[in-house]
């Protein structure tokens, strides 16, 4: 296998940390490494949480075999992601590099190689443009939160470079606007308002409260830097793109990675390095900006991610229309095939778990996967289910044949509750908008996977409810005894039939069936007889009439049956009643009964298209049946 890095964090895809990771992608090229990242997608709000999800990411690294694993703390700002790495590496014996790690109470002591930027250098450095180079002597500070480390640090270094040039430091000159927007503004318009002396500068401790100052003095009817001189610190690029162009600081990188690699050539465990930081003086504290044709470079750049991320949101918002309804996996990868190939040089590779329509346990670990999306990353072949623990099929090949130049990276497909797998990444060049596309497409696939399932879920629901309806419907439709129609099914069966074209040159038959003797046998015999006897009937009349016919048990021993024929004159009563009858004397289940069972039988016709009222025709049949029943009694009318 081929000599690997291990990076553990999140925010890859951010311009600051990406710069750090495009020289180490250099500098490992030239050397024959790759790179493997880490990059946990990580969605809490309170730092001390452990995200499961991301513990699972980071363990995916114990197959493979690294030279040196390198943390990024601060994006992970999490102790026990950061321990669990670290152990990993030293049972590995491998140097550990543990990136911005200040804050979260890191040293070399802990048998790992810390890497941190010289942030009090590079403050210092802006606070002393300010006095040195411009002469200020009212300089404000607007720092971050209070308590906070590196706001706290910012503030003593600001008051060492005022009191070494001869300045007072009052605790009025210091403001609080918590690293962002909403409090720096709140922070400045209270300065602006009180007593204090107008500032000639105003010193940030990051480049957010920096445009909010500067915006806020402008809004107030300060001019930006001819009345106030604003400087920021950590270099973000909405500062760039500010009027005016934000003064602040950008690590210098280049060094540290030749610091890296000499580590892991030396085998050295532990040690530290300070990352210098450049001041760079903009248009925010009146200096000419001799950066200006990279910025104009830069302001390309954007404008080129503009484009990108407008196509990109159109591409997901296509595929979100195209799949809402959807409630097949599949369609996402067939959607996807279409259009992420059109990001040349990054090749993909989706991991699914196999068992993802029935998974139980959405958190715990991984056990069976399968290739949904696979993009130039493995040869084209199906590969079937593999074990997670393997990371991806044959992938100490993928390893070994790997590029000098190639770097992978691994990310967590997940929404908040449910862990559907992971995808990978390989390509020859770091670049941090086509990777914050792909970690956004992840996020789009993994929503829409998340909608697919629950349309599933949803039909699923709704089939169950339709056949429960179906069952529920036969129940209400039904005799229970007999399982012909009850009263409310056959003028339901009934009024679908007589609306039908085919049948309105046809006949209508009623033919009413009542039991003889009915009462003899519950009251000689119990109504346990009496039900065999019915259940009997309604058997004979289910034999006894060729289909398509309507039969139904009115009630008690009372039975009706509706038929269709082409003629008026069949089926005749006579015929009925005897072949009705002349089936129950044979019916084996009565044979041996000490009574017999028969039945009178009533016959009314009319033709479909004549008929005005259903129930006059039953009236009509009934009648016709009475006159039988009298008959069978031997009764003269």
Request: aromatic share 10%; with cysteine; glycine share 6%.
């Amino acid at each position: 296998m081929g000599k690997l890095i291990g990076i553990f964090a999140t925010e890859i895809s951010s311009r600051l940390q990406g710069n750090f990771y495009k020289q180490l992608h250099k500098k490992a090229t030239e050397l024959g490494y790759n790179l493997v990242f880490f990059s946990a997608n990580l969605e809490r709000l309170n730092s001390d949480d452990t995200d499961e999800h991301a513990m699972d990411l980071f363990g995916m690294s114990d197959r493979m075999t690294f030279s040196a694993f390198i943390i990024h703390a601060q994006s992970l700002r999490n102790k026990d992601l950061i321990e669990h790495v670290i152990e990993m590496g030293k049972r590995r014996d491998i140097p550990i590099f543990v990136c911005d790690c200040d804050s979260m109470g890191y040293t070399k002591e802990d048998g790992i190689i810390t890497i941190n930027l010289d942030y009090k250098q590079g403050f210092a450095d802006c606070v002393k443009h300010i006095v040195e180079c411009h002469n200020c002597k009212s300089v404000y500070m607007l720092a971050g939160m209070r308590g906070n480390k590196f706001s706290d640090d910012r503030i003593d270094v600001y008051k060492e470079v005022l009191t070494s040039h001869g300045m007072d430091v009052s605790a009025d000159n210091i403001m609080y606007g918590d690293f962002w927007e909403l409090p720096a503004r709140e922070a400045v318009l209270k300065l602006i308002n009180s007593d204090l002396p107008k500032p000639d500068a105003i010193c940030c401790a990051n480049d957010s409260m920096a445009i909010a100052a500067a915006r806020v003095l402008e809004e107030q009817g300060y001019h930006v830097p001819d009345d106030v001189r604003i400087t920021g610190f950590d270099g973000i690029e909405d500062g760039k793109y500010n009027f005016p162009i934000i003064s602040t600081c950008q690590p210098i990188w280049t060094t540290i990675p030749d610091l890296v690699f000499d580590d892991i050539a030396k085998d050295v465990r532990s040690g530290e390095y300070y990352v210098p930081l450049k001041f760079y003086p903009k248009e925010s504290c009146g200096c000419d900006n001799a950066d200006a044709i990279n910025d104009r470079k830069e302001m390309a750049r954007l404008m080129q991610n503009n484009r990108l991320n407008t196509w990109q949101h159109s591409m997901l918002s296509n595929m979100q229309l195209q799949l809402m309804d959807s409630s097949n996996p599949s369609d996402i990868t067939d959607y996807m095939n279409g259009i992420i190939g059109m990001f040349k040089g990054y090749k993909h590779l989706y991991c699914i778990r196999d068992n993802i329509e029935c998974v139980d346990d959405w958190i715990g670990a991984f056990d069976k996967m399968r290739i949904h999306l696979n993009l130039e990353f493995l040869p084209d072949k199906d590969y079937g289910v593999f074990r997670a623990q393997d990371i991806i099929p044959n992938y100490e090949q993928v390893f070994l044949n790997a590029e000098p130049d190639e770097i992978f990276i691994f990310h967590m497909l997940k929404s908040v509750e449910k862990k559907y797998g992971y995808s990978v990444i390989r390509a020859n060049y770091y670049s941090t908008t086509q990777i914050k596309i792909f970690f956004q497409f992840a996020e789009s696939f993994t929503n829409m996977m998340e909608s697919i399932l629950r349309n599933r879920q949803l039909e699923q629901a709704n089939r169950k409810l339709s056949e429960m309806y179906e069952r529920m419907s036969e129940i209400y439709i039904r005799d229970m005894m007999t399982g012909l129609y009850n009263r409310t099914g056959y003028y339901k069966e009934l009024d679908s039939y007589i609306l039908r074209e085919d049948i309105r040159d046809k006949y209508i038959h009623i033919i009413t069936v009542d039991m003889d003797g009915m009462k003899l046998i519950n009251d000689n015999y119990g109504h346990q007889e009496g039900d065999i006897a019915i259940k009997a009937v309604a058997r004979a009349i289910g034999d006894c009439f060729a289909q398509p016919y309507i039969g139904a048990r009115f009630g008690g021993d009372e039975f009706v049956v509706a038929l269709f024929s082409d003629s008026e004159d069949k089926p005749d009563q006579a015929r009925i009643s005897k072949r009705l009858n002349d089936y129950l004397k044979a019916m084996p289940s009565l044979k041996d009964k000490e009574y017999s069972v028969g039945a009178s039988v009533g016959h009314a016709v009319c033709r479909v298209s004549e008929l005005k009222d259903i129930k006059e025709l039953e009236k009509q049949a009934d009648d016709s049946m009475y006159v039988d029943k009298h008959k069978r009694k031997g009764i003269k009318q």
